[in-house]
């Protein structure tokens, strides 16, 4: 028997105001997966992921984490999803050794010095332990907020964007890690604007525009021109 989804979405509508973000998208992402969401913006990336994360609530449809309704069980939900968003979810006035005491406290994780330096370590932000975020540059908050992630050791992984602000050093970090995390069993869902390298780590394309998921393939069955071009094609249609 195959085992249900991670990441299963039905139907799944949002509406703010008069606009309609998402219109009933239907999509799975199994264990061991990873699917790349591409769309212009304003296409609902960000609001599907922020579904599925709990931080909104659907109109109509339904999603699932890990067998928890986003909306009925959205405390379950939390305890498998590692969000990483355009917002890093840091407290500026903390150091980065405080910013992960704070959160693995409140999800009841290790959170004994030597288990946070070894999580700062891993991203190369040991030498900065004690620093107020504030003094971070963008990408070294980036990788901080990685760390916090990676800490919490989720089921499923939702990413926004996440490669930008990063230099080569933690984009291999997190090429390795994401890597690692499918291996373990991990799904991941991943908004990006890339058409080349951020898709190295993927397994299924899905374009969204308008709401609507206009193609979902698997990334090997198309090469990055031939993915451009279905872009352009499904975006332009819109325009």
């Known amino acids: 028997m195959t085992a249900d989804p991670l990441i299963r979405v039905t139907g799944l509508t949002k509406v703010f105001g008069n606009a309609l973000i998402l219109d009933g998208v239907t999509i799975e992402v199994k264990a061991g997966e990873a699917v790349a969401l591409l769309g212009a913006n304003g296409a609902g990336k960000t609001t599907l992921l922020k579904v599925l994360a709990t931080i909104t609530r659907p109109t109509r449809g339904s999603a699932t984490v890990a067998g928890h309704d986003c909306v009925r069980d959205a405390e379950g939900v939390r305890r498998h999803v590692g969000l990483i968003a355009h917002g890093s979810y840091l407290y500026e006035d903390l150091t980065a050794i405080e910013n992960l005491r704070f959160w693995s406290a409140f999800a009841g994780r290790d959170a004994r010095d030597a288990a946070l330096q070894a999580a700062l370590t891993d991203v190369e932000l040991d030498a900065f332990a004690d ?33 930008s602000a990063l230099d080569q050093r933690a984009r291999k970090w997190l090429e390795e890690y994401l890597g690692s995390f499918k291996d373990r069993g991990g799904a991941v869902m991943m908004a990006t604007h890339s058409f080349s390298r951020d898709l190295q780590i993927t397994d299924r394309v899905a374009i969204l525009a308008a709401g609507k998921i206009a193609l979902d393939t698997p990334r090997s069955a198309v090469s990055p021109d031939e993915l451009r071009r279905l872009y352009a094609l499904h975006t332009e249609d819109l325009a």
């Open 131 to 163: 620093e107020r975020v504030r003094s971070f540059s963008a990408g070294m908050k980036r990788r901080l907020a990685l760390a916090r992630v990676a800490m919490l050791e989720p089921t499923v992984l939702l990413l926004d964007e996440p490669f």
